[in-house]
Nanobody, 127 residues
Framework: QVHLVESGGGLVQAGGSLTLSCAASGRTGSRYTMGWFRQAPGKEREFVAGHTWHGGNSYSANYGAKFLGGRFTIIRDDGKNALDLHMTRLKPEDTAVYYC????????????????WGQGTQVTVFS
């Protein structure tokens, strides 16, 4: 049984920063990809970033195409089975429910659907 709990969401003014945290319990470990998705009102869920094991001691952080500009950064803490999403220079269009996700197969990137999911945390950016 896997359980993911997000925290850190809330209201933030445009231009500000926010850090979301995800704590995993149950069947976890650094070999399972852990990451973040978000879903804005009226839009489909989209991939933000993920941390993936590639075998041996090789890991990488991967970002969705629109998240490559450096505003969003993920940091994984394997000792705590946790993944943080640091968001800076936030914009109103970043308003969404942010979901933590954990892959089901070692070394496999996150899929759009077939992951373990947290309950989501709301981020609202106001101008």
């Amino acid at each position: 049984q896997v359980h993911l709990v997000e925290s850190g969401g809330g209201l933030v003014q445009a231009g500000g920063s926010l850090t979301l945290s995800c704590a995993a319990s149950g069947r976890t470990g650094s070999r399972y990809t852990m990451g973040w998705f978000r879903q804005a009102p009226g839009k489909e869920r989209e991939f933000v970033a993920g941390h993936t094991w590639h075998g041996g001691n090789s890991y990488s952080a991967n970002y969705g195409a629109k998240f490559l500009g450096g505003r969003f950064t993920i940091i994984r803490d394997d000792g705590k089975n946790a993944l943080d999403l640091h968001m800076t220079r936030l914009k109103p269009e970043d308003t969404a429910v942010y979901y933590c996700a954990l892959g089901r197969v070692e070394g496999r990137p996150l899929s759009d659907m077939d992951n373990y999911w947290g309950q989501g945390t709301q981020v609202t950016v106001f101008s």
